[in-house]
């Protein structure tokens, strides 16, 4: 009995199947991510609009123009209760150690920090992550900018081994404290 050698693939055929297969993953990802782009937009603006209740609770929030150049500011809205201002809830998108942490940060009409919330971050586990912990986040609560770490010889304390997340989130705070100054 001969048996039958098979012969090897050649180049031509490896490239048309390596191109059959990027494009069934390639079509796979495109409809995955037209299918849960709402929800995931949805999801989005409950967790901003949960931040914004938190940092600064208000009847309604009315969309500020911010007219100034700082990079930091993403958006702001105008917090508005029983008919009149309370102040300001100021989205920031500083750059941590693992990238963008979206934050919002409420600011009094006197210009004080009310709180300050991280809606989604990249950071270390462990580490940038206690940025996200109330103890770490009250730190600016009634301070009205002009924040600094401890490192930098501010009052803040910065989170052990995650020191360029603590000054990220630091100048989120200052950026969003300057920006209402120019609203109000």
Same mark, same amino acid.
């Given at each position: 009995?001969t ?6 693939a050649?180049?031509?055929? %490896? ?13 796979? %990802?495109?409809?995955t ?8 937009? &949805? ?26 150049s700082?990079? %930091?500011i ?9 008919? +009149? ?5 100021? &989205? /920031? ?30 950071e ?8 996200? &912990? ?15 770490v ?11 081994? +995650? ?5 990220? /989130?630091?100048?989120? /705070?200052?950026a969003a404290? &300057? ?6």
């Amino acid at each position: 009995m001969t048996e039958k050698k098979k012969k090897p693939a050649g180049p031509a055929r %490896l490239t048309l199947v390596l191109f059959a297969i990027t494009l069934v993953t390639s079509l796979l %990802l495109g409809l995955t991510d037209h299918i849960t782009k709402d929800r995931i937009k &949805e999801i989005t603006a409950e967790k901003t609009a949960s931040a914004m209740r938190e940092v600064l609770p208000a009847d309604e929030y009315v969309p500020a123009e911010y007219k100034g150049s700082d990079s %930091l500011i993403a958006g702001a809205s105008r917090a508005v209760s029983g008919g +009149a201002a309370i102040g300001y809830v100021i &989205e /920031v998108v500083p750059v941590g150690f693992g990238g963008a942490i979206n934050m919002v940060v409420g600011i009094d009409q006197n210009g004080s920090v009310t709180g300050v919330s991280i809606i989604k971050m990249s950071e270390t586990s462990g580490l940038g992550t206690g940025a996200n &912990e109330t103890e770490f986040r009250n730190q600016y609560i009634n301070g009205a900018g002009g924040f600094s770490v401890d490192k930098d010889g501010g009052t803040i304390d910065s989170l052990t081994g +995650a020191t360029i997340t603590s000054r990220a /989130v630091t100048a989120g /705070v200052n950026a969003a404290a &300057e920006a209402a100054k120019t609203l109000g």
